[in-house]
């Protein structure tokens, strides 16, 4: 009887509930949306850097007109299906040597009026 008894405990149960399990693929199917929704903002940005680095590292950019930069800008952005970002976002400036600036955001909706918003600033300096 003492073996039977012995045999006959209870043991606890280990593992994930089936409501445990949904509320872990939820969360999961979520970040995985919010994934789908910024990750191509991100790959548009570090396009938008390449073609910045691209134009930097010309020689003789910082010589170009606006117009010039503008016109290289824009056939990169064209090439590169760029569709957040537009050349008027970018900036010559001459002050202490030539330099190239984009500044914009990105506004992408993700449930109803939740937003998401993401704001770049980047700045390279032309050579000469």
Not at 12 to 33: E, P, R, W
Not at 39 to 67: C, H, Q, R, W
Not at 73 to 101: E, I, M, W
Request: no cysteine.
């Amino acid at each position: 009887m003492v073996q039977r008894m012995r045999t006959m405990k209870s043991h606890k149960q280990k593992g994930l509930s089936l409501i445990g399990f949904i509320m872990v693929l939820a969360l999961a199917l979520f970040v995985s949306f919010l994934g789908m929704k910024i990750v191509p903002i991100y790959m548009e940005y570090f396009s938008v850097l390449s073609i910045m680095n691209n134009i930097a590292d010309e020689s003789g950019s910082a010589k170009l007109t606006p117009y010039e930069i503008r016109l290289k800008v824009s056939t990169n952005l064209n090439l590169n299906y760029a569709s957040n970002v537009r050349s008027k976002d970018f900036q010559l400036t001459r002050s202490d040597g030539a330099a190239l600036r984009v500044k914009y955001e990105v506004r992408e909706s993700v449930i109803g009026n939740l937003d998401v918003v993401v704001s770049f600033d980047k700045t390279v300096r032309l050579s000469n």
